[in-house]
């Protein structure tokens, strides 16, 4: 099995780790008690589980200290293990925890943050030996995000994008990070002949690739959703939701949408979705 371990300060960014890792496949159990650790990791591996990510901090007491035994325990079980200490300059683990007005895990009333912090970095230091160092003190969280998924091999998943179509009548998606409003082109429902179909439809195609200005906004949708695509894919976004709207969802923004998905879907994880068709 394959087992990410980690540990460090808290405060440094653990459970942002985590979540990288649970968003990769990985089960992900969150301040496991350290006698509780091989345990745990064998029942994953008997149930099956090829991959798991697990934190240990200095919530686990001076016990921590036994971390690199059970390190060696669990790798000469067979599992492929890695560990990783989260770490961060004192003065930007208090910011963070002024920000958040969060309380220290190891307050007890009497110490003070700084206190805390000191105390911390003492209790969790045999851990620190054994470890792949990230400090977090001036990464952004997409960086930490990034260097997770490298430290723990993960491929990149790469950004979904989502070509949605609507009906401004029925509302506006809340999911869409881009809207774009095609009512102003020529509607295919005032033809009799046009209305019961949908923007899927061969007819209705013609009828809106005839008209000059729906082709020329429909390759300014596509040029800029292009040139912005790179950017939303370095920002480590797993979906980007287009939305096209019409009046009433069934004609113009559903061939929108359907064209650019499947002009896009060449190069990209794409999906089209209408919503007033159900579809």
Same mark, same amino acid.
């Given at each position: 099995?394959?087992?990410?371990?980690?540990?460090?300060?808290?405060?440094?960014?653990?459970?942002?780790?985590?979540?990288?890792?649970?968003?990769?496949?990985?089960?992900?159990?969150?301040?496991?008690?350290?006698?509780?650790?091989?345990?745990?990791?064998?029942?994953?591996? /008997?149930? *099956? &589980? +090829?991959?798991? @990510?697990?934190? =240990?901090?200095?919530?686990?007491?001076?016990?921590?200290?036994?971390?690199?035994?059970?390190?060696?325990?669990?790798?000469?079980?067979?599992?492929?293990?890695?560990?990783?200490?989260?770490?961060?300059?004192?003065?930007?683990?208090?910011?963070?925890?002024?920000?958040?007005?969060?309380?220290?895990?190891?307050?007890?009333?009497?110490?003070?943050?700084?206190?805390?912090?000191?105390?911390?970095?003492?209790?969790?230091?045999?851990?620190?030996?054994?470890?792949?160092?990230?400090?977090?003190?001036?990464?952004?969280?997409?960086?930490?995000?990034?260097?997770?998924?490298?430290?723990?091999?993960?491929?990149?998943?790469?950004?979904?994008?989502?070509?949605?179509?609507?009906?401004? /009548?029925? *509302? &506006? +998606?809340?999911? @869409?990070?881009? =809207?774009?409003?095609?009512?102003?082109?020529?509607?295919?429902?005032?033809?009799?002949?046009?209305?019961?179909?949908?923007?899927?439809?061969?007819?209705?195609?013609?009828?809106?690739?005839?008209?000059?200005?729906?082709?020329?906004?429909?390759?300014?949708?596509?040029?800029?959703?292009?040139?912005?695509?790179?950017?939303?894919?370095?920002?480590?976004?797993?979906?980007?939701?287009?939305?096209?709207?019409?009046?009433?969802?069934?004609?113009?923004?559903?061939?929108?949408?359907?064209?650019?998905?499947?002009?896009?879907?060449?190069?990209?994880?794409?999906?089209?979705?209408?919503?007033?068709?159900?579809?």
């Amino acid at each position: 099995m394959q087992l990410i371990l980690i540990t460090g300060l808290s405060g440094s960014g653990k459970s942002v780790a985590l979540a990288v890792l649970e968003d990769a496949g990985h089960y992900c159990v969150d301040n496991l008690p350290l006698d509780m650790v091989a345990g745990v990791v064998e029942s994953l591996h /008997k149930s *099956g &589980i +090829p991959r798991a @990510a697990l934190t =240990v901090d200095a919530r686990a007491g001076a016990g921590v200290a036994r971390l690199p035994e059970l390190v060696q325990q669990l790798r000469a079980a067979g599992h492929d293990l890695r560990v990783m200490f989260l770490e961060a300059k004192s003065e930007t683990l208090i910011k963070r925890y002024s920000e958040t007005r969060r309380r220290h895990p190891l307050s007890d009333g009497v110490m003070t943050l700084p206190e805390c912090i000191a105390h911390e970095r003492e209790l969790v230091a045999a851990a620190a030996d054994i470890a792949h160092h990230i400090d977090t003190s001036d990464l952004a969280p997409n960086t930490l995000r990034a260097w997770v998924k490298d430290f723990a091999q993960i491929p990149a998943g790469g950004l979904t994008l989502l070509f949605e179509s609507f009906g401004f /009548k029925h *509302g &506006i +998606p809340l999911d @869409a990070d881009f =809207v774009f409003d095609v009512r102003c082109l020529p509607n295919p429902y005032y033809d009799p002949k046009l209305r019961p179909l949908t923007g899927l439809d061969g007819p209705v195609a013609v009828f809106i690739e005839a008209n000059p200005d729906a082709m020329r906004m429909f390759a300014d949708i596509q040029h800029f959703v292009g040139d912005w695509l790179p950017a939303f894919e370095r920002d480590n976004r797993s979906y980007l939701t287009v939305a096209i709207g019409c009046t009433g969802g069934q004609h113009r923004s559903v061939y929108f949408a359907d064209r650019l998905a499947r002009g896009f879907g060449a190069r990209h994880r794409t999906l089209a979705r209408h919503r007033e068709l159900g579809t």
